[in-house]
């Protein structure tokens, strides 16, 4: 028997722009995973157990298009072995929450299966197969998900095509280089307890971009220019400007039109509970809503975020 797992992700400034070739920041959740584990079966095929959703996945025949099925068949075919197998996954990462759950279990049963073949596989390809399955869980992915849990590393993550935004996008590699935190900081992670499929607002997103593709593109590009300064910021251990970019970065997806009620309720007790700054993460309506605060308002501000609707509140330190 064999296990492995695979961190969650934040994705701190530039999601939905990174879709169109912005550059985005990303850090992993150490402490927030997902798990996988590997046993050889007597009886023919291989089945999935995740219980987390009930669900039991053959991998071989019924459940072709499924993503833990097809995660998978890649991953023996790239190992190049065929076996009969009883797979388990499990995860402490919220579904459809912004934080990665479906890059991250995916990511654990490539681990897991290449630790049961004692096989070595780099964080590149470990983030190659698991970018096919991102492609079933949401249409048109960056692959930034896919890219930091691989790595389990703050990176910056940019995919340009020679066209803007253009589909042309997913076919280019991405660009993703370390970024530099020079001074720890503190983060409240709000979950609204609200499952918002990324594929959703990815896809209405395009639709946006189809109809007006100008101002959209005008909007990213305004989203890029709060990622390249976030970082400036972040190198520099400029933190307190992190704060006012985040609720610039939120302002830009509200006209995205990726926020939603239930964000803004959380967003606006954070912050008159002394959270610096703030924004919804990953594909938005709903999922999580991450702030910038100081270690000593986090007492106040979690307290706040409970009482206005949060599931859960985590508060956890990045760059250290
Ligand atoms: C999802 O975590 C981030 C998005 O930008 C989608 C993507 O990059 O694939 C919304």
Not at 182 to 195: S, Y
Request: charged share 20%; with cysteine.
């Amino acid at each position: 028997m064999t296990e492995a797992s695979a961190c969650g992700k934040i994705i701190l400034f530039g999601e939905h722009a990174v879709v169109y070739g912005r550059p985005a920041l990303a850090v992993p959740l150490a402490h927030l995973r997902a798990h996988a584990r590997v046993e050889s079966r007597a009886a023919p095929g291989s089945i999935i157990h995740a219980r987390d959703v009930g669900r039991e996945i053959w991998v071989d025949t019924r459940d072709t298009d499924d993503p833990l099925a097809v995660i998978t068949r890649l991953t023996l075919k790239k190992l190049g072995v065929r076996a009969n197998l009883e797979l388990t996954v499990a995860s402490e990462i919220p579904i459809a929450s912004g934080l990665g759950s479906g890059a991250a279990i995916s990511t654990a049963l490539v681990r897991a299966l290449a630790a049961h073949f004692q096989t070595a596989l780099a964080p590149a390809e470990i983030s190659a197969l698991v970018y096919e399955t991102e492609k079933l869980y949401h249409g048109t992915p960056s692959g930034i998900d896919n890219t930091v849990i691989a790595y389990e590393q703050a990176i910056r993550f940019q995919r340009v095509a020679a066209e803007p935004g253009s589909v042309a996008i997913r076919s280019a590699t991405p660009t993703i280089s370390a970024f530099q935190i020079e001074r720890p900081f503190t983060l409240a992670i709000a979950n609204t307890g609200i499952a918002s499929p990324t594929k959703i607002t990815v896809g209405d997103v395009r639709r946006g971009w189809e109809h007006d593709a100008a101002r959209y593109e005008s909007i990213f590009d305004a989203i890029a220019l709060i990622v390249q300064q976030a970082q400036t910021a972040l190198a520099r251990g400029e933190n307190e400007t992190l704060a006012a970019l985040m609720t610039r970065n939120q302002r830009a997806l509200e006209t995205l039109g990726v926020s939603s009620r239930e964000i803004e309720i959380l967003l606006e007790a954070g912050l008159r509970a002394g959270a610096r700054g703030g924004k919804l993460s990953g594909g938005g309506r709903g999922g999580n809503v991450i702030f910038y605060i100081e270690p000593e308002d986090a007492p106040q501000v979690q307290r706040a975020l409970s009482e206005a609707g949060a599931v859960s509140v985590i508060v956890t330190t990045i760059g250290t």
